[in-house]
């Protein structure tokens, strides 16, 4: 699908080596304002398991860990740097088995149908080669009722590089179609630095 935006921000796809350590480092502090404005639709409440799709360095999954009563935090990123920047930065949650980082992608999760309340994706789903096929996988995860969140760069008042990274209204568009097939109630919030989809399962 988006081909193109890979090739053009592959090491903030696939993260590898050094170059894939200081992807980490950009990504953990270019994302913030992202997952800061995605945390609030997601709606984690207690007792929740929530699985993060491309958690990178792993910011947001601190933050959920730090400021909700989620059960569980789950991860995947097909990146091993990621995992190692993860974990890392969250190694007292995943020592007292809270957070669960492993590789992966949206289009092969490794969990049992149902198995999350919620489902987030940040500057992620662009990456995806297959959208289609990785949001039947996350509807699979996903329980009756829970809910998907997917943010992207844009907004109301996108920075150079949020432009840069964002998806053009088509794909966008798309993004929302592929959504409405799958999900229902299917709402676009535009936030100040990303363009935020909500779904129900």
């Known amino acids: 699908m988006f081909a193109g935006k890979r090739d053009q921000i592959n090491q903030f796809g696939l993260p590898r080596g050094l170059l894939g350590r200081v992807a980490g480092w950009i990504m953990a502090r270019a994302n913030t304002a992202n997952q800061e404005e995605t945390a609030g639709p997601l709606g984690v409440l207690p007792g929740d398991r929530v ?7 792993g910011r947001l999954v ?5 400021r909700t009563e989620a059960a569980l935090i789950a991860g995947v ?9 993860a974990s890392r930065a969250n190694r007292d949650a ?24 919620r489902v987030v994706s940040v500057n992620n789903v662009q ?17 009756p009722g829970g809910r998907l969140v997917i943010s992207v760069h844009s907004g109301d008042s996108p920075k150079r590089y949020e432009r840069t ?22 709402t676009r919030h535009e936030r100040i630095h990303s363009v935020v989809f909500a779904a129900t399962r």
């Open 51 to 57: 699985l993060e799709i491309g958690y990178g360095p």
């Open 94 to 117: 995943v020592r007292a088995g809270r957070v669960n980082l492993r590789t992966g992608t949206a289009e092969r999760l490794p969990f049992p149908d149902a198995t999350f309340d």
């Open 165 to 186: 990274l964002g998806l053009p209204e088509a794909e966008l568009d798309r993004v929302r179609d592929e959504l409405q097939a799958l999900f229902r109630e299917v």
């Open 77 to 85: 990123d097909p990146s091993p740097v990621m995992l190692a920047q």
């Open 127 to 143: 990456l995806w080669p297959d959208l289609a096929a990785g949001l039947k996988e996350v509807h699979r995860v996903l329980r």
């Open 62 to 66: 601190r933050l959920l860990a730090e």
